[in-house]
């Protein structure tokens, strides 16, 4: 007991080390003026930063629940998708939930009256989708404050993020900026698309870097800033590629590569007690959404702007010469696997893709109908599509068509040689 808690003791000092550190970089930063001359410096100091956090956020031992696995935060995965709940304490998240699901999550007028993770399963166009009821947090969340850490990392594991906010204190306290850089601390990009740089790692050659169009945000020299940013990682060899105008802090983001990309919808809440005026300005805001769920305001158009924001499709199949299957649709989603044909196939079973031959599909994607496709076709909402495998004579033509016949009779040889063991016991 002694051993674990002098342990404890010592990790808790170290990050309260880092914390001071994290402090003193980010006041550096902000008496640094911003400039050309000043972007090599600031993406230093950014890159300490990002180390930092990293090392901050690290599950150690005797940390409780630093990955989002503390009492009441680890829920199964169910549904064609995961929605997150954040927000602040006393905006009405459980509400919301109790609005548009069977669950009963406990609401009341006092804070933090939702202590553990509620789960809920709301249907979107025949679509099961899991909806998550987290605690609210606060300011410093991402340092710890209010078990802040565990319910961010539910919110990482999630396909959508729904920032609850009162629409009445929003004006006056600015809620939705304090929550996204409490996310964005932690790793979380919201509706950003990963940076197209392409990075790795040599045994040899030092720093090779390129770009294909005009770097303006990485200074006067973007190759030594580039470099100078490696060298705090304590990389000497790598090719860098910029397909795009980034900037240090995604540069920065692919280094960590620990960055998750997720979309938002801030969601305003309790506008029934706002005026026309004020209501027509929130909701010109991007990402936005106005309800009310006391009087259940805008909550179907809500759960269609879900809908469009996951990325979801449904796709029916149809064997040859039936008509589709209607009632059972194949969903994909643009975040998990993607929405070709090559998803229906894992969707559907494994080893399909082995003796995939070609597809026919019927739908929007399609220039023609049925037109004959690929794996890598791109497919529609509603669309229908035909697998068609491989021959007989197609698959002993393959590479590896010998390979699969001896595996297949060595499982056969197996399971046939596990039932006379199980007649002999018996």
Known sequence: CLKNQSISLLIDNQKMGIQERIKEIELELSRTQKNKATTTHIGLLKSQL???????????????GSGGGGEGFAVARSGDGRVALIGFPSVGKSSLLNAVTDTESEAAAYEFTTLTCIPG??????????????????????SGKGRGREVIAVARSSDLILMVLDAVRE??????????????????????????????????????????????????????????????????????????????????DVLEGNRKYIKCLYVYNKIDTLSIEEIDEIARKPDSIIISVHLNLNLDYMLQKMWDYMGLIRVYTKRRGQMPDLNDPVILSLQRHGLTVE????????????????????????????????????????????????????????????????????????????RHKNKKNK
């Open 121 to 142: 399963n709301v249907v979107i166009n025949d679509t099961k989708i899991q909806m998550l009821d987290l605690p609210g947090i606060i300011e410093g969340a991402a």
């Open 171 to 252: 004006q006056n306290n600015q809620h939705r900026d304090i929550l996204t850089n409490e996310l964005e601390t932690m790793g979380i990009r919201l509706n950003k698309r990963e940076p197209d740089i392409y990075f790795k790692k040599k045994a040899i050659g030092g720093i090779k870097f390129n770009s294909t169009c005009q770097l303006t945000q990485m200074g006067d020299d973007p190759a030594d800033t580039a470099s100078r940013i490696l060298s705090s990682y304590r990389i000497h060899n790598a090719e860098v590629l910029f397909r795009e105008d980034a900037s240090v802090e995604d540069l920065i």
């Open 50 to 64: 990002a180390r930092l956090r990293t090392q901050l956020m690290a599950p150690t031992a005797g940390s409780e």
């Open 343 to 418: 998803a229906v196939c894992k969707s559907i079973s494994k080893d399909f893709l082995s003796i995939f031959n070609f597809a026919l599909v019927w739908g929007r994607s399609t220039k023609f109908n049925p037109q004959r496709v690929g794996l890598t076709h791109v497919l529609f909402d509603e669309d229908v599509v035909q697998i068609v495998p491989k021959t007989i004579t197609q698959q002993k033509q393959s590479k590896d068509y010998r390979a699969k016949v001896d595996f297949y009779n060595a499982k056969l040889k197996k399971e046939r040689s596990q």
